[in-house]
T-cell receptor, first 118, second 114 residues
Framework: GAVVSQHPSWVICKSGTSVKIECRSLDFQATTMFWYRQFPKQSLMLMATSNEGSKATYEQGVEKDKFLINHASLTLSTLTVTSAHPEDSSFYIC??????????????FGNGTRLTVT | AQTVTQSQPEMSVQEAETVTLSCTYDTSESDYYLFWYKQPPSRQMILVIRQEAYKQQNATENRFSVNFQKAAKSFSLKISDSQLGDAAMYFCASCTGTASKLTFGTGTRLQVTL
């Protein structure tokens, strides 16, 4: 089955530093990837849609300069949390759709990244 | 805009019994898809079942089935013969045919007891 690898699975960083999270589709190409954020015991909130070769589309209320998204290849999207603060601590999950499987094929999710900012 | 509502924060079921998780949604689109995802403690999102809105027949995947009531905008999940491994958070989600991005409900935590 289609696999999405997300790395790192857990990261602790100091306030003010930047953290990069990678999302890779291992056995399929993904022109579109999605980045979600999940607070403890809450639902997944879509942050942005990552489009290969073009700018990401951010949801309302998400700071694009704070959460930098790069989708430079058909198998890799990165989310960089810049100048991280404790309130950025959360669980970040990416998902990807197989470009060859149709626009309404199921999404494949990564295992998520737990970010803790101290 | 799409909204998905799950009114049951927690549910409990005995092993081998049947449980139904509720979900309602709202969308102005005519072309949309509905999903149930399972999130165990590992936090991996696992697709349980998928329903195309244009299909009248309720989707079924082994012990999992849905009751899709389009007019009522209701999409409940029935788990039959519950197993301990079914314990998890269950999220109902929707996406439109054009947007392709998922909108999730707030989730229902399912406990399975012996």
């Amino acid at each position: 089955g289609a696999v999405v690898s997300q790395h790192p699975s857990w990261v602790i960083c100091k306030s003010g530093t930047s953290v990069k999270i990678e999302c890779r589709s291992l056995d399929f190409q993904a022109t579109t990837m999605f980045w979600y954020r999940q607070f403890p015991k809450q639902s997944l909130m879509l942050m942005a849609t990552s489009n290969e070769g073009s700018k990401a589309t951010y949801e309302q209320g998400v700071e694009k300069d704070k959460f930098l998204i790069n989708h430079a290849s058909l198998t890799l999207s990165t989310l960089t949390v810049t100048s991280a603060h404790p309130e950025d601590s959360s669980f970040y999950i990416c998902s990807a759709r197989d470009a060859g499987a149709g626009v309404n094929s199921p999404l494949h999710f990564g295992n998520g990244t737990r970010l803790t900012v101290t | 805009a799409q909204t998905v509502t799950q009114s049951q924060p927690e549910m409990s079921v005995q092993e081998a019994e049947t449980v139904t998780l509720s979900c309602t949604y709202d969308t102005s689109e005519s072309d949309y898809y509905l999903f149930w995802y399972k999130q165990p403690p590992s936090r991996q999102m696992i697709l349980v079942i998928r329903q195309e809105a244009y299909k009248q027949q309720n989707a079924t995947e082994n012990r999992f089935s849905v009751n899709f009531q389009k007019a009522a905008k209701s999409f409940s999940l029935k788990i039959s013969d519950s197993q301990l491994g079914d314990a998890a958070m269950y999220f109902c989600a929707s996406c439109t045919g054009t947007a392709s991005k998922l909108t999730f409900g707030t989730g229902t935590r399912l406990q399975v007891t012996l």
